[in-house]
């Protein structure tokens, strides 16, 4: 997960509230309506390796950050089929989609691990 996959906001003074942005699911316009909200947190970046972090590993490298602090977690999701769709025609446009195949084939072995 990168960095730039996880914002921080306060909306009251008992917690804070971590969003995980996950691409290609509107997190931008979360982020664009809360941003009144954004809470300044000093951290280095989760994007180390060559694999996405899981849920796990991100609440425990936030815990280590922010141990004093009472934390929830929210994100956004879509359907999966309309995220794969959009991808597809992205992909296509920038012409990209002779390996469509290919990727749909990894990604979905990924997910069935």
């Given at each position: 997960?990168h960095?730039?996959?996880i914002?921080?906001y306060?909306?009251?003074?008992?917690?804070?509230?971590?969003?995980?942005?996950?691409?290609?699911?509107?997190g931008?316009?979360v982020?664009?309506v809360?941003?009144?909200?954004?809470?300044?947190?000093?951290y280095?970046?989760?994007a180390?390796?060559?694999r996405h972090?899981?849920?796990?590993?991100?609440?425990s490298y936030?815990?280590?950050?922010?141990p004093?602090k009472?934390?929830?977690?929210?994100?956004?999701?879509r359907?999966?089929?309309?995220?794969?769709?959009?991808?597809f025609h992205?992909?296509?446009?920038?012409?990209?989609?002779?390996?469509?195949?290919?990727?749909m084939?990894r990604?979905?072995?990924e997910?069935?691990?």
């Open positions: 997960m960095a730039a996959g914002r921080f306060k909306f009251n003074d008992e917690k804070i509230s971590i969003f995980i942005h996950i691409p290609k699911c509107g931008s316009s982020n664009s809360l941003s009144n909200f954004a809470y300044d947190v000093d280095k970046s989760l180390t390796g060559s972090k899981t849920y796990s590993e991100v609440v936030i815990d280590n950050i922010l004093d009472e934390k929830e977690y929210f994100t956004t999701i359907n999966p089929w309309e995220r794969m769709i959009s991808w992205m992909r296509r446009a920038k012409n990209q989609s002779s390996d469509f195949k290919k990727e084939y990604v979905f072995k997910l069935d691990k």
